[in-house]
């Protein structure tokens, strides 16, 4: 394995990538010839990503798989090195994403690339819309099949599988957030076997809902129909949010356990200065506020519009349920993934932070 740098890493960081088996490269860092940073070009972070150019001169290898460092790999993806010529995986529409990419270096591909780094667009305002730019026709490349034997210039472009590049769990929608807690690394270093077990979106989803529906049942069972409206509404949520602030803390506190007793994984690794790994209450709290907020919010949303419609007011309250859905599906993912992930940083330590 390489990892480029551009020398801005301390030196203990490279002794750390050096002593777990990487080649580690120095690069010159090649600046972004766009108008920026924002508000009127690039985004700041992009102010140096073309140096990831080098990697179509790194030519004492046959073959090159480039990941951009926040990419986790869960998996062997040895195959990925059998697909002939340019490889990425489509993810936006009709363009590639250059966080996962294959290819045959050349000195001639790097000094033609290099030559139109400032004379070709780039719809990103950083590398990956410039290599769209500079690869025409990407879009209508055959499909790589990891069962099938390709001869190396059997194709310039070949597109990847979704499951060489996809952000599923990993993003909050709309973000650039984390999905896992800040304080865990993508790691490295060995190891095998997933991070999370088998079926646990699936689960995590099906738990989150169950709650729900157990919530919803027991409390149309404890309040009392005769009772006045406005109490009624009052006592509904009193019971709904304890209840179901009970049922899922103790989900989720089954998942940080769950995690404790699968132990430490190689790809989930607390950064160094951390010396305890931090239980995600923050992020929990505030998820819960923002669902909370919502569902106090639905049955009183055409009154706050000024909606005095019957038809107006049912199709405010179904447009916040579905988005109140929406959220809830997301968090339904987020919050189990990151208690499970803190139960696994814990492990590695002689003594981590116990669930409450």
């Not at 580690?24 to 070009?41: D, F, L, S, Y």
């Amino acid at each position: 394995m390489v990892a480029l740098t551009t020398g801005s890493l301390p030196a203990s960081s490279e002794t750390t990538l050096a002593s777990d088996g990487w080649r580690v490269i120095r690069v010159a860092p090649v600046a972004n010839p766009g108008q920026g940073p924002q508000p009127k070009g690039f985004p700041a972070r992009f102010a140096y990503v073309y140096t990831k150019l080098f990697i179509f001169k790194m030519t004492e290898y046959k073959k090159v798989v480039f990941i951009d460092a926040d990419v986790l790999v869960l998996r062997n993806m040895d195959v990925i090195f059998q697909c002939p010529g340019f490889c990425a995986a489509l993810r936006h529409s009709e363009r590639f994403n250059s966080g996962v990419m294959s290819l045959v270096p050349s000195l001639e591909v790097y000094e033609d690339v290099m030559s139109k780094v400032a004379l070709m667009p780039s719809y990103t305002g950083g590398d990956q819309g410039f290599l769209n730019s500079y690869f025409t026709g990407f879009a209508h490349a055959p499909l790589f099949d990891p069962s099938t034997t390709y001869t190396p210039d059997q194709y310039k472009y070949m597109r990847l599988p979704t499951t060489f590049n996809a952000d599923i769990g990993l993003y909050v929608v709309g973000s650039n957030r984390w999905m896992l807690p800040r304080s865990i690394g993508n790691g490295g270093g060995g190891g095998s076997g997933e991070v999370f077990p088998k079926y646990f979106v699936a689960g995590s989803l099906a738990a989150g809902y169950g709650c729900v529906v157990v919530v919803v049942i027991t409390t149309i069972l404890v309040v009392p129909l005769e009772v006045d409206p406005l109490y009624g509404w009052i006592l509904s949520y009193e019971w709904g949010f304890l209840l179901l602030g009970l049922t899922y803390g103790a989900f989720l506190r089954s998942c940080y356990r769950a995690g404790r007793r699968a132990g430490h994984h190689p790809a989930v690794q607390a950064p160094k200065q951390l010396h305890t790994p931090q239980l995600p209450l923050m992020e929990t709290a505030l998820s819960s506020a923002f669902l909370v907020g919502s569902l106090l919010l639905a049955p009183w949303l055409g009154r706050i519009l000024g909606i005095t419609s019957f038809a107006g007011t049912i199709v405010a309250t179904v447009f916040i349920g579905l988005g109140v859905i929406v959220v809830s599906t997301v968090q339904f993912l987020l919050l189990p993934a990151q208690w499970y992930i803190a139960g696994r940083l814990a492990a590695s330590t002689v003594s981590g932070p116990r669930a409450v």
